[in-house]
């Protein structure tokens, strides 16, 4: 009679096991069933074409890094509608050199463009446009500057420009990252356009 427990014991380890075993082979089957991409009009591939069509799509939209601005000169138009969205500085992210000069252009009336406070290389000089005013700034320090256009900053009319070498970007995504609750919109569009310098 005493042999009954532990070939109880051991039987009980083997079905656990082999549970175990199976429940792997469930989730395993069911990371690799991918959902089929199919375009309208075309027939559905194998699922290998299907996982192909799949990591495709993923990679499809890459982040486009922004060049280098030629010349020493840069205008920046205040909107309320661009290519990006509605309440927006175009271009939204810039790369100048140390020396250069950027151009606000109330393109647009009502917007005016601010060094955001705590967004700016330590040390460096911010600026404050009044609403409806073109104005000329020349960064004096090298790093990423982020500013905003005060009556619209809910809605994340922000910018962002670097300045010769990003030097204080860590700095700057920390800070972005406690910002971007307080906007009531687009509320992206920072982390976004951090990602493209
Ligand atoms: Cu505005």
Redesign the pocket.
């Known amino acids: 009679m005493k042999k009954i427990v532990p070939i109880f014991v051991v039987t009980l380890a083997v079905l656990v096991l082999f549970n175990g075993k199976k429940y792997d082979e469930l989730i395993n089957a069911r990371l690799q069933s991918t959902v089929a991409v199919c375009l309208e009009g075309e027939s559905c591939g194998a699922s290998a074409s299907a996982s192909a069509s799949v990591s495709t799509l993923a990679s499809a939209a890459p982040i486009k890094k922004v060049e280098l601005s030629e010349g020493s000169e840069h205008i920046v138009k ?1 909107l309320n509608s661009g290519d990006g969205g509605q ?1 927006i500085f175009e271009p939204a992210v810039l790369k100048v050199s140390l020396g250069d000069t950027i151009h606000f252009k109330a393109t647009d009336a ?3 463009s601010v060094s955001m406070d705590g967004m700016i290389p330590s040390g460096a000089s911010n600026w404050a446009g009044n609403l409806s005013q073109d104005i000329s700034v020349v960064p004096d320090s090298e790093g990423v500057y982020v500013y905003q ?4 900053v809910m809605m994340a ?1 922000i910018g962002v420009i670097q300045v010769g070498e990003a030097v204080n970007i860590e700095e700057i995504k920390v800070a972005a990252g406690n910002k971007k609750s307080s906007f009531m919109m687009n509320s992206e569009r920072l982390d976004s356009y951090l990602s493209q310098l």
């Open positions: 205040m309440m009502a917007h005016n256009c005060d009556p619209h009319m």
